[in-house]
């Protein structure tokens, strides 16, 4: 199946059952560490790359943190996370 995820670099995983929302999660049968594949979207960040062009686009414009933050509908935390990818 590939590298497990971003947080673990193990071969072996399996399925074990689905969140709330449907998504398959998968568990490591090394680290017994549990992660769907939305987990390793951009650098370990769940937002997509989608909204990281949105939120690096706002800043650009001169919008500031907590203003973008609203934009984006995000936690302020995760604006100045993209920011230093």
């Known amino acids: 199946m590939g590298v497990c995820s ?10 074990d059952g689905k969140t709330k929302a449907g998504t398959q999660r998968y568990k490591c049968l090394d ?7 939305s987990t390793s979207t951009l650098n370990r960040m769940r937002i997509g790359t989608e909204k990281a062009a949105q939120i690096v686009q706002c800043i ?3 919008v500031g943190v907590r203003g973008t933050a609203r934009l984006a509908g995000v936690c302020a935390n995760t604006v100045l996370d993209t920011l230093l990818l």
């Open 60 to 62: 650009m414009e001169g």
């Open 6 to 15: 971003m947080n673990c670099n193990h071969e072996r995983s399996k399925k």
């Open 31 to 37: 680290c017994c560490k549990w992660f769907t594949e």
